[in-house]
């Protein structure tokens, strides 16, 4: 019986390999048409037009833009979310609210897609006349709003971990909740706070239908939010749902993009990982 | 004003900050749920459940889109669940604390945070390339299922790990050997947790999309799933491209579409809540 339990959990290692061996391989086809450099240094991505240009840069900077948007919503308010219901909420309160804010989590992506696109650009061009239909902001906002309960959700756990003889230290020496929450429970939570927000950041890169359906598909490289982007995720899923020749090179772009993705996502979750494991606080 | 009167107005100015921004994430919840309600229930009849696409957005159903959630589902759920609960109970009861356990654990914490697109890709390249099931029910079901086995593992472990050593002792101690310890004993205590956990990951199934793009479900289809190698389309797929239509009255229909996938992921979300609760409360060692 251990034998058949092993060989299911080894699935979890194939698994890795099949995604590391199909990505590299087909990657490593792609490189011999395109040299790594010109990847990483050309502004241009346009592999369906005539003059093909293979840049990452624009379909990175389109993420990493998007990405910022959302995480400048979803730290503060997720952080201060956690503090105020792990600190300042009443138990009850707590209880119920943590559950309701986590079904944000919850729904399909798709639907916020939908959401971004229909009712926040809309909205957001009532006010912002050069809004692009298809733009950065939207597409970000929308995501922040989503990615806030992983934040709070988990930063929350952090700071309530914090045992209750450092608060009331702070609180017998005449500490104020706030001055208590940010000096001395934060501090003592903080690797879990930094876990969570590097999670919500990976999570974050590697969305992908809120920002195909309302970021739009169009390589530019741009740190303007009311622009129309491409982030690779988009690439890929766009490119993917066209008719592409298998063994083409506009085929193995998407594998090009996606290890581009994948590396990136990767080193995230390790530095995480890593943190969680060398910096859990213990106390006794 | 002495400064601890000041201390103590930040402190009240900061409870309402924390207050507001709590609100502000349910105001958004409530503000989007009512938009979406608002467009889209006047179409949710018998027709739109009993209708197939069509390109006059009146006449447009979703009949293939939820028979193929359903098959999806179901074929996703038959290949992930035992590989889960067997690979969790094996990482619990089996690889404590060797250098091979630590190894596996490394690999499933990255595994768990790969975005669902990189999935897609594999599936892509191992299923509909290599294995040649095309663009079938199966290729999906074989790339959702290895989507969220990282997340059934967890929760199994998670649910092993509240079941007290005692209860192991003890049925050593009567003579039983480790598989009838866990078969007998471990397994029926942790039940709760380990159902809550599958329902919660057949839930996050249900909703992707992006990894079914890439290993071709498609965007218009005439006819319903009769066998794993049928080509199939699912509903956040036909609400993806029903998003895409230039014409308005699409709108409609995605949003209506919208309301069955999100009725279908909450009752999911509210049944192993539930059973959570009942669960946590009825088992006290």
Known sequence: MKRVLMICAIITVLTTVGIVWVLFSESYTFFQHVSIWDFLTDTEWSPLSTN????????????L?????????AVPMGIIIAIYLSEYAPKKFRYYIKPLLEILASIPTVVYGFFALTVVTPFLQNYIPNLAGFNALSAGLVMGIMIIPMISSLSEDALYAVPKSLREGAYGMGSTRLQTSFNVILPAASSGIIVSIILAFARAVGETMIVTVAAGNMANLTADPRETVATITAFIVNMSSGDVQQDSIEYQTIFAAGVTLFVFTFILNSVSFYIKKRFQEKYD | M???????IKDKAFEYVGMACTFFG?????????????????KIDMDFLSNFPSSRARKAGIY???????????LTAIIAIPIGIAAGIYFEEYAKKSKMANFLEINLANLAGVPSIIYGLLGLQIFVRTLNFGTSLLSGACTLALLILPVIIVS????LKAVPDSIRQASYGMGANTWQTIWHQVLPASAGGIITGIILAISRAIGETAPLIV????????????????DYTVLPMQIYSWIGMPDKEFAK????????????????????VFLRNRWQKKVKW
Not at chain 1, 52 to 63: M, N, Q, R, V
Not at chain 2, 26 to 42: A, K, P, Q, R, S
Not at chain 2, 258 to 270: A, D, E, K, M, P
């Open chain 1, 52 to 63: 093909k240009h293979f840049g990452i840069l624009p379909l990175l900077s389109g993420t």
């Open chain 1, 65 to 73: 833009l998007v990405t910022a948007i959302s995480m400048s919503i």
């Open chain 2, 2 to 8: 002495t400064s601890a009167d000041k201390n103590r």
């Open chain 2, 26 to 42: 349910l105001f958004m919840l409530v503000i989007f749920l009512g938009d979406i309600l608002m467009t889209g229930i006047e």
């Open chain 2, 64 to 74: 293939p889109a939820w028979t193929g959630t359903l098959w999806i589902l179901g």
């Open chain 2, 156 to 159: 199994t472990r998670e649910a």
């Open chain 2, 215 to 230: 290993v071709g479900a498609a965007t218009f289809i005439t006819n319903v799933p009769d066998s794993p190698m049928s």
């Open chain 2, 253 to 272: 229909s995605a949003a209506a579409g919208i309301i069955v996938l999100l009725l279908i992921t909450f009752v999911l979300n509210g049944i192993a």
